[in-house]
Each structure stands twice: as structure tokens, then as C-alpha cells.
């Protein structure tokens, strides 16, 4: 079984800073695409930033120059940087990531419990 689960979130004033974390666990043979949504209450769930296995990394127009995207291979972890918040800013941010597992043919896809960011005005 494989596992994401996230860490990080809380309440900030605007024009703070929080960092996410998501870090996978379980049996598995490849990480492929990791990436950060997000969903505010009353909208649908919007991709935040994307970073691919060769590091390349992709943001929404709304994030970009506050947001940053990273990963660890090393320990399966990918984290989002988030600066200079606004009070939009504010959801649920869910961690996703296409996992390829020992004999099946194509990466599945995998999604942490979500995990809070508050900006207060």
C-alpha cells in the first residue's frame, strides 16, 4: 500500500510564509509527477504547482513568484514553499503524486488527506 501524507499547514497572517510537506511511504518502484492542489470551500479543486521526475516544475498564474515547489528523492518527500500569503490563498492543499508499483503496468495516481492553510487579513 503507498501513502502520502502531508504536514505543514496552519494559520499565518498575510504576507507570511508557511512551508508543506508530503512525504510517501509503502512499496513502490518509481515517483513520477508530484504536485500540490488546493481547494477553498465553495470552489473546485485547482492544481497549484506541479514538479516532474526531471525537476522541471510548472505553477498557476496565481502563485507564481510567491510559491516554490520542490522534492527530495531521496526521501520521497516533495514540499511547497509558500511566501508572501494573501487571504486567497486560503484551503484545504492536497499533495498528489502518479506512483508506479512493482508489477503494475502504468503509475497510479495518489492523494494525500489534505491539510489546512488559514491567511488571516
Known amino acids: 500500500q503507498v501513502q502520502l501524507v502531508e504536514s505543514g499547514g496552519g494559520l499565518v497572517q498575510a504576507g507570511g510564509s508557511l512551508r508543506l510537506s508530503c512525504a510517501a511511504s509503502?512499496?513502490?518502484?518509481?515517483?513520477?509527477?508530484m504536485a500540490w492542489y488546493r481547494q477553498a470551500p465553495g470552489n473546485q479543486r485547482e492544481l497549484v504547482a506541479t514538479?516532474?521526475?526531471?525537476?522541471?516544475?510548472n505553477y498557476a498564474d496565481s502563485v507564481k513568484g510567491r510559491f516554490t515547489i520542490s522534492r527530495d528523492n531521496a526521501k520521497n518527500t516533495v514540499y511547497l514553499q509558500m511566501n508572501s500569503l494573501k487571504p486567497e490563498d486560503t484551503a484545504v492543499y492536497y499533495c498528489?503524486?502518479?506512483?508506479?508499483?512493482?508489477?503494475?503496468?502504468?503509475?497510479?495516481?495518489?492523494w494525500g488527506q489534505g491539510t489546512q492553510v488559514t491567511v488571516s487579513s
Open positions: 514538479i516532474f521526475s526531471d525537476g522541471s516544475t
Open positions: 498528489n503524486a502518479h506512483i508506479r508499483r512493482i508489477l503494475r503496468p502504468r503509475p497510479d495516481d495518489y
Open positions: 509503502g512499496s513502490f518502484v518509481t515517483i513520477n509527477d
